[in-house]
């Protein structure tokens, strides 16, 4: 089975563009979760979407916005980009709601110069 | 709220050692808790998680935590350290059995030859 797969990898992007993120969950996953990793701010919980909804949501301002297709793939967006959004975005998906394992991709490395 | 304290940022162990990674958590209700581990330009791996049940989990690649309530800890433990283990490790939480999961800041273990 393929494993989640995330698309780009690599993105360099300018101060006050957007950008999108795209993740394709594992075959028959429904369940997919966003995260920032930053070396000064670690591994932070961005959102998850199960079934095409947002069920929970991070602390991250309303310029981090997300959604998940009838394939259950996702994306997510950021508006108006700042230096600070430089990262490693890590999408992650589970069968369900509680599934307890979440499998993660390799990432997408968002600079913003 | 939950939250997870890794005391040591960076641990080092000469191969054939113990491994011995610290991981504390706070929650207010039962904890699920999970080790992760990540290698350099990749994803998060599963390495063994704790629901219910047996308080010691034994996860892959020789690796094992127990679950102490009293001490509110899940340390992660290998006998034998692999120049293959070398990567950074990272403890998370989450309170209801959902998809969001709250980390620790990571330990980075190094293997000395």
């Known amino acids: 089975k393929a494993g989640v797969t995330q698309t780009p990898r690599y993105l360099i992007k300018t101060r006050g563009q957007q950008v999108t993120l795209s993740c394709s969950p594992i075959s028959g996953h429904r369940s997919v979760s966003w995260y920032q990793q930053t070396p000064g701010q670690g591994l932070q919980f961005l959102f998850e979407y199960f079934s095409e909804t947002q069920r929970n949501k991070g602390n991250f301002p309303g310029r981090f916005s997300g959604r998940q297709f009838s394939n259950s793939r996702s994306e997510m967006n950021v508006s108006t980009l700042e230096l600070g959004d430089s990262a490693l975005y890590l999408c992650a998906s589970s069968l369900g709601r509680a599934s307890y394992e979440q499998y993660f991709g390799p990432g997408t490395r968002l600079t913003v110069t | 709220a939950q939250s997870v304290t890794q005391l040591g940022s960076h641990v080092s162990v000469s191969e054939g050692a113990l491994v011995l990674l610290r991981c504390n958590y706070s929650s207010s209700v039962p904890p699920y808790l999970f080790w992760y581990v990540q290698y350099p330009n990749q994803g998060l791996q599963l390495l063994l998680k704790y629901t219910t049940g047996a308080t010691l989990v034994k996860g892959i690649n020789g690796f094992e935590a127990e679950f102490k309530k009293s001490e509110t800890s899940f340390h992660l433990t290998k006998p034998s350290a692999h120049m293959s283990d070398a990567a950074e490790y990272f403890c998370?939480?989450?309170?209801?059995?959902?998809?969001?999961?709250?980390f620790g800041g990571g330990t980075r273990l190094m293997v000395k030859p």
């Open positions: 998370a939480v989450t309170p209801n059995a959902g998809n969001m999961l709250t």
